[in-house]
C-alpha cells in the first residue's frame, strides 16, 4: 500500500508562487514515476506533470515553462514549483503514483494523495 501526503497549497495573488511538496510511504520510490494532476470546479481532473525514475518529466501544455516537477529519491518526496500562477490554476492538486507507465493520464495512476487546494486571485 502506497500512501502520499501532499502540502504546501494555498492561496496566491496572480503572478505568485507556490511550491508543492508530496512525501510518499510504502513503496520504493526510486523506481516510481510520479505525478501532479489538479481538478477545477466543474472540470475533469487532468494531468499537470510528471517524472519519471530516470528524472525526465512531462507537462501539460498550459503549464509549460511556469511549472517544474523535481524528486528527492532520498525523502521520498516529489515537488511542483508553480510560478506565474493564474487564476485558471486554481483547483485541487493531487500527486499521484504512476507505477506501470509515465504519462499524463489517470489510467496509469495507481495510488493518489487526499489532495491540496491552490486558489489563484486576479
Known amino acids: 500500500q502506497v500512501q502520499l501526503l501532499e502540502s504546501g497549497g494555498g492561496s496566491v495573488q496572480s503572478g505568485g508562487s507556490l511550491i508543492l511538496s508530496c512525501a510518499a510511504s510504502?513503496?520504493?520510490?526510486?523506481?516510481?514515476?510520479m505525478g501532479w494532476f489538479r481538478q477545477a470546479p466543474g472540470k475533469e481532473r487532468e494531468g499537470v506533470a510528471v517524472?519519471?525514475?530516470?528524472?525526465?518529466?512531462t507537462y501539460a501544455d498550459s503549464v509549460k515553462g511556469r511549472f517544474t516537477a523535481s524528486r528527492n529519491n532520498a525523502k521520498s518526496t516529489v515537488y511542483l514549483a508553480m510560478s506565474t500562477l493564474k487564476p485558471e490554476d486554481t483547483a485541487m492538486y493531487y500527486c499521484?503514483?504512476?507505477?506501470?507507465?509515465?504519462?499524463?493520464?489517470?489510467?496509469?495512476?495507481?495510488?493518489w494523495g487526499q489532495g491540496t487546494q491552490v486558489t489563484v486571485s486576479s
Open positions: 517524472i519519471g525514475k530516470d528524472y525526465t518529466t
Open positions: 510504502g513503496a520504493t520510490f526510486s523506481s516510481v514515476c
Open positions: 499521484a503514483a504512476l507505477p506501470f507507465r509515465c504519462a499524463l493520464s489517470e489510467r496509469y495512476v495507481n495510488y
